[in-house]
């Protein structure tokens, strides 16, 4: 079976960095995204990652750990629209498709 | 192009009732995939198009679900005889053949979804 883990909820100060942790036990592995999602909305891409190491994209950054099966995105300079749920997502190995297993997400409350 | 587009955004049915969503994405993408999802869950996979032909089906897509990509542009999701088990966001994804923007990536870029209420 797959499994992802997250934390439920998180709560961070404006202008404050968080991190948000994301580990996964899945019968392969062929690449790790985040996606952001606001209530009612769709998700959106913010980053992948297939190799270990960190990738960087603005204020938002995204770690990889293979041999310990272990993300996290990190968010700096919080900002009030963050406030989302911030979903970890694995792609497994199938020949020519690209579906993704989900975590359950992070609810992420950004207060003043 | 304005993205992948759903239709109806909110559907309130009876239980027993027949329901269809549609789904236009992306033109240049020949990927589509549906995926359902409930309150404080993450999308669930259920099944995937390549251009026409539907490749994968999740064990979730009961025999009661069909999903249809007649001409490898938009698809259809029929619900028949619905639960109140089925009430949820149905979303829709897609993506292109080949890679864009960051190699090996080929992201999928969502809808906004279908949300499902069975009374």
């Known amino acids: 079976g797959q499994n992802i883990d997250q934390p439920t909820e998180m709560t961070a100060t404006e202008g404050a960095i968080v991190q948000i942790n994301c580990t996964y036990q899945?019968?392969?592995?062929?690449?790790l995204f985040w996606y952001q999602q606001h209530a009612g909305e769709a998700p959106t891409f913010l980053s992948y990652?297939?190799?270990?190491g960190l990738e960087e994209k603005g204020r938002f950054s995204s770690f990889l750990s293979r041999s310990k099966g272990y993300s996290y995105l990190l968010l700096k300079e919080l900002q009030m629209k963050d406030s989302a749920s911030y979903l970890c997502?694995?792609?497994?190995?199938?020949?020519?498709?690209?579906?993704?297993?989900f975590g359950t997400g992070t609810r992420l409350t950004v207060i003043p | 192009d304005t993205g992948v587009s759903q239709d109806p955004r909110h559907k309130i049915t009876k239980r027993g009732q027949n329901v269809t969503f549609r789904c236009d994405p992306i033109s240049e993408h020949n990927r589509l995939y549906w995926y359902r999802q409930t309150l404080g869950q993450g999308p669930e996979f259920l099944t995937y198009?390549?251009?026409?032909?539907?490749?994968?089906k999740s064990r979730l897509l009961s025999d009661r679900f069909s999903a249809e990509r007649p001409k490898g542009s938009f698809s259809t999701l029929e619900i028949q005889r619905t639960e109140q088990g089925d009430s949820a966001m149905y979303l829709c994804?897609?993506?292109?053949?080949?890679?864009?923007?960051?190699?090996?990536?080929?992201?999928?870029?969502f809808g906004a979804g279908s949300r499902l209420t069975v009374l």
């Open positions: 899945t019968s392969g592995f062929n690449g």
């Open positions: 198009f390549q251009n026409e032909a539907q490749l994968e």
């Open positions: 997502a694995v792609r497994l190995p199938r020949v020519g498709a690209n579906n993704l297993f």
């Open positions: 990652n297939v190799l270990d």
């Open positions: 994804a897609s993506s292109p053949r080949r890679s864009m923007g960051q190699p090996g990536a080929n992201v999928l870029t």
